[in-house]
């Protein structure tokens, strides 16, 4: 009998290690960093915007388009061209994509925007800052500077301030249907020089969609 219970004794580890190695192995995977969206439970790392911004003083507003040519401007209104995907790539960043020309928004020297049919994360990604009124920037985190709609003559007026024109934009859900464009006709083109406001200028929110907006929230991600 003693040596049959020292034989359980030394049989009772052996069987445990041996469970332990047949049991199946389970990794620990690391959370995924899909972006803002995800990790404060905002709603889905893709939203499908359009991306609003107006002069200081209500005189015109655009939205954000980006050409199957690579050309980036604005349009007066909604359009096919206009519907953007954006997209969190880390945390606090974002890539911004064309749905119908599908490129990336992309920035090069001194601001210049473009679309760009492959994604460079140095040149395409932008950090998503949302600002107290309910507006958000796109900041360049290679180039410290934000998206904007402003002429070239703009950026050096305002070269080294706080802000640039019509670099706050307000994202929005289409709101009526999207009819087919190619390149936006005559009609479509916009000069921001022509609506260039004074420097000493006042609200940054024209049309009052601020006054609707909780502080702490951005339209970006409500559905």
Known sequence: APAGCAMALLLTPLLAL?????APT????PLSDAGPHVYYGWGDPIRTRHLYTASRHGLASFFLRIHRDGRV??????????LLEIKAVARRLVAIKGVRSSRYLCMGDAGKLQ?????????????EQIRP??????????????????????????HGKDFLPLSHFLPMISSTPLEAEDSGGPGEAFDSDLFSPP????SMDPFGFASKLSPIKSPSFQK
């Open 26 to 29: 389970v990794r620990a995977r």
């Open 115 to 127: 679309g760009s049919v492959r994604f460079s994360a140095e040149d395409c990604t932008f950090e």
């Open 133 to 158: 009124d309910g507006y958000n920037v796109y900041l360049s985190p290679k180039y410290g500077l934000p998206v904007s709609l402003c002429s070239d003559r703009q950026r050096q007026q305002f």
């Open 199 to 202: 420097l000493e200028t006042d």
């Open 73 to 82: 401007d604005g349009s007066r209104s909604q359009s096919a061209l206009s």
């Open 18 to 22: 041996a469970a332990l190695w047949l």
